[in-house]
């Protein structure tokens, strides 16, 4: 049914836009009218949460975004990082988590083709792709249906399209029951002399559509993405796109061969808010004015109304200002690859945003004030209240291999093979290294030895408890998986999931973890080049654990120097780096006390920077000098699961000595800046290696020795290796098979 442009606008309506009666108020001062009906959906598209970062932009401009190495921060479609040899890296990672909560295969699926469009628009192959994705309880009713579809979305997509997905997260929690998490991350290659941007340039020149037709799926998907969800959540299912990636190859193939002709004078992904947003963006950033003619937009429906057509988020299109002499060379590429090519306005002088329909001009408004105009909020926040450390004397002495056999096999820390076999890990032939270990890496395709890696870290548990400490831990744990595999970190995106700003206890969340992860990414020479933020993921007034993803691109200039986490030989020395004498200690907020002994106490434990980058910078210096190729970083279920983990990847066990101190915390403490070593050592190198490290000011201790097929912590009777795989590869088939809950 076609919707008038004239149906008046009343307060109820307004408020079903997500408009506030005074963000409404100041539509009326800033245009001196009543908006048309499109109007008014044009004014809620640009200036909603998920558009328009009203509660967050304050403190996002508080976050280092540039460095030497960076060519573009935050404000295009993706950031853009220098790697060297006249080549880039071009990456990002954006949610589309109320979309997959809702429909969960397409809104996974066209958050991966959303995510991948932002990184080629920008003139770079996609070589790369990850998730982090956070679902409820395994007992939840709900929770196995959205696990099937998201992961099922994702590798429908990402797989047609022809891309590897080289990494990720998966979490349980019941706080996501009613709001799970899915952020989609990618990245690209691209010349660093052929970038493309968003800002038009030039009056009277063609704005021209480009891919598949418009329909009605995803009209008002960026405002219901900006509103909590309630009783009424299963009536926004059509606000959910549907997404072809067969489709998105054509038209990735076809973007890059009409950049390689000089057809492009800026091209932005249609999005979030659809044409609106993408139309504005451009105009506005080159100080000129767009008119649109909605009767050439290409349509797959019939008497399809200007407001659908203005906030449909229909996918796999781009929109494109284009040098006249070239547009007959331009049309026949786009014909070839069987996409739609249309000149469907201009750009003009006037800083106007004109919108015309059957011969009506639907909407007449100033193109800048619509985005630069849009509320800013300076929100109330009351910072977290601290919590106690945690009395460890309550914590009765546990049998150290039950523990870990039981860590092993647990939601969160079980294998997540189940999810990453669904998706093509090899795809473009250039992977070196698959899911399972601290970071993707794929090769620079082209160069001899360049390798590129990448890897996306949050602890929701942490941020909960203390979340500036949180969003610290966040980047640190990044920064520290991309060293881990001997890369050079280089530049991070975030993804800051986060419920209800208009509550100051969740307003001040997200101001705390945005210190954190500023002060992070200073000391860690780390910048933020792009990102997105979520909010009011929170359901019938519950919100998420604050979740403040954080992806990481590091390069590793000779990938025959690259480190992995399996045991290469028997016989290895086994060394701990940046741990303190007793190993470790603290177990305040660990995976160890939640499993165990179902506890969340205590303060997560502190991330010392100086210390992180001390230790980090001093194992990328191992690797890179020959040293060691077996290395793993310390997170989630302490040094013991970390030493499970890399015995599991290769089939070698271990024999550790029994630790100087609390054997719990030494193995389950989850202290921050340490890694695990194997070296295949001869006479004196250990000696020589520890004064490197006192030199280094960083502490390195030998803690035991690979062979066998069995793991052998301290005293703790030995578990053989072939006990661990089976523990922590069984939990998800199971609870996928419907054999645990």
Known sequence: MTIPNTIPITEDLVAAHGLKPEEYQRILDLIGREPTFTELGIFSAMWNEHCSYKSSKKWLRTLPTSGPQVIQGPGENAGVVDIGDGQCVVFKMESHNHPSYIEPYQGAATGVGGILRDVFTMG??????????????????KTKHLVAGVVAGIGGYGNAFGVPTVG?????????????????????????????????????????????????????????????????????????QVGDPFTEKCLLEACLELMDIGAVIAIQDMGAA????????MGAKGDLGIELNLDNVPAREERMSAYEMMLSESQERMLMVLRPEKHEEAEVIFRKWGLDFAVIGRTTDDLRFRVLHQGEEVANLPIKELGDEAPEYDRPWQAPSPLAPLDTASLPQTDVAAALLKLLGSPDLSSRRWVWEQYDTLIQGNSLQIPGGDAGVVRVEGHQTKALAFSSDVTPRYCQADPYE?????????????????????????????????????????????????????????????????????????AIPPTPTIAGVGLIPDRAKMARIAFTEEGQTILLAGGPQGWGSHLGQSAYLRDIFKRAEGTPPPVDLEHEKRVGDFVRSLIRNGKTSVVHDISDGGLAVALAEMAIASGIGARIDEPPANADAAFFGEDQGRYVLACSLGDGVLDELIAQAQKAGVSLIRIGVTGGNELKLGEAHAISVAELEEAHEGWFPRFMDGRTG
């Not at 349980?172 to 970038?195: K, Q, S």
Request: hydrophobic share 40%; net charge negative.
């Open 124 to 141: 770079a192959r996609p070589i790369a792709a990850m998730n982090a994705l956070r679902f409820g309880a395994p007992d939840h009713p």
């Open 470 to 542: 949180g969003g610290k831990q966040a980047v640190a744990e990044c920064w520290r998986n991309l060293t881990a595999v001997g890369a050079e970190p280089l530049a991070a995106t975030d993804n800051l999931n986060f419920g209800n700003p208009e509550r100051p206890e969740i307003m001040g969340q997200l101001v705390r973890a945005i210190e954190g992860i500023g002060e992070a990414c200073r000391a860690l020479s780390f910048p933020i080049v792009s990102g997105n933020v979520s909010l009011y993921n929170e359901t019938l007034g519950e």
């Open 168 to 240: 990720g997260e998966l979490n349980f929690d019941a706080r996501y029951n009613g709001n799970c998490l899915v952020n989609a991350f990618a990245a690209g290659l691209a010349r660093t002399d052929a970038i493309f941007y968003s800002k038009a340039e030039g009056v009277g020149l063609p704005v021209v559509y480009l891919g598949a037709k418009t329909g009605r799926d995803g009209v008002g998907g960026a405002t219901m993405a900006s509103a909590e969800f309630d009783e009424g959540i299963d009536e926004k299912r059509p606000t959910v």
């Open 274 to 281: 659809g044409l609106t947003c993408s139309a504005v963006e």
